[in-house]
């Protein structure tokens, strides 16, 4: 499958969603943004894709949104940032947040702008050592967005976050770990062989116990301790109920690895 700005492609249970626009850092057009739709579409349809890898071609992962393309001016003259985020950012953040598989971000380069927070956005974030996140957007006076006030506080604490949208500095893949937004990261010269190993680990595992764990993650956020507890318990009835549970404790009681179907 090919795209203007977006390389797909399949191989061990693993979608690679590649942004591709390597002359501009892979900055986001609403061309990309519908090319990235449609791959999200295809792995989500495929039943053999049980994980699917964001990453960037060439030197970075993504400068967020292309600052060269202008929106028309609405129809008294003035420009509507919010609009593309209405239309675009917006829809695209609270589907790999809720996406039915596992989706990881694989920062080989870096994620400016409204990139960094469409990393977060996925479950797991790794990063090619000299790999940076960037909150630029104050840089541009703009107000973070596609999510970027919501995950930051949520994943680094309110202090750090606010530092790291008001200053724009530009944060490097170690200590984005030290954070606890990053959760691995792999020297640039094996970046792409790691990354494409961690995908493909998390894709031969449990895949429907992987979803209800990611959605009890989710339902955290708002939840209390009794509300979690019982939304637990539910989803915990439900992995109880998948072939895979039956061969993971079979695996175990006969020694050997489990081998999961994802269901
Ligand atoms: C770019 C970009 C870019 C176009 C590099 N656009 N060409 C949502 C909704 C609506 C409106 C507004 O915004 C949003 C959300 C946002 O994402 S706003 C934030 C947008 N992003 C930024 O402000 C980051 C802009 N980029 C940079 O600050 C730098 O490129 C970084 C620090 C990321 C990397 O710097 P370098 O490694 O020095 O690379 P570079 O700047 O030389 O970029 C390489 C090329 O890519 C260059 O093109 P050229 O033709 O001159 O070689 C850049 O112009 C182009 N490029 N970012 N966002």
Avoid at 47 to 71: H, I, K, N, P
Avoid at 149 to 154: A, D, E, S, Y
């Amino acid at each position: 499958m090919t795209f203007a700005t977006v390389r797909y492609g399949t191989n061990d249970g693993v979608a690679t969603v590649t942004l591709n626009r390597p002359e501009k850092l892979n900055a986001f057009t609403a061309e990309m943004h519908a090319d990235l739709r449609a791959a999200l579409d295809a792995a989500e349809q495929d039943a053999a894709v049980r994980c699917v890898l964001v990453t960037g071609e060439g030197r970075g992962f993504s400068a967020g949104q292309d600052l060269t393309e202008v929106r028309p001016p609405g129809p008294g003259g003035e420009i509507d940032v919010g609009a593309r985020l209405e239309s675009d950012y917006n829809p695209l953040v609270k589907r790999l947040y809720a996406f039915p598989k596992l989706t990881i971000a694989a920062l080989n380069g870096p994620a400016a702008g409204a990139a960094a927070n469409i990393a977060m956005a996925c479950d797991i974030v790794i990063a090619a050592r000299s790999a940076y996140i960037q909150e630029a957007f104050a840089r541009i006076a703009l107000v973070p967005d596609a999510g970027g006030t919501w995950f930051l506080p949520r994943i680094i604490g309110q202090k750090r976050a606010l530092a790291l949208m008001l200053t724009a500095d530009q944060v490097k893949a170690d200590e984005l770990r030290e954070m606890g937004l990053v959760y691995r990261v792999f020297d640039d010269a094996a970046f792409a062989d790691e990354a494409a190993a961690f995908a493909r680990r998390l894709a031969a595992g449990p895949g429907a116990t992987y979803r209800l764990i990611k959605e009890a993650a989710r339902a955290s956020v708002d939840n209390d301790l009794g509300a979690q507890l019982d939304f637990e318990r539910d989803q915990q009835r439900k992995a109880g109920k998948t072939r895979d549970f039956l061969e993971g404790v079979m695996a175990f009681k006969e020694k050997r690895p489990p081998k999961f179907e994802g269901r």
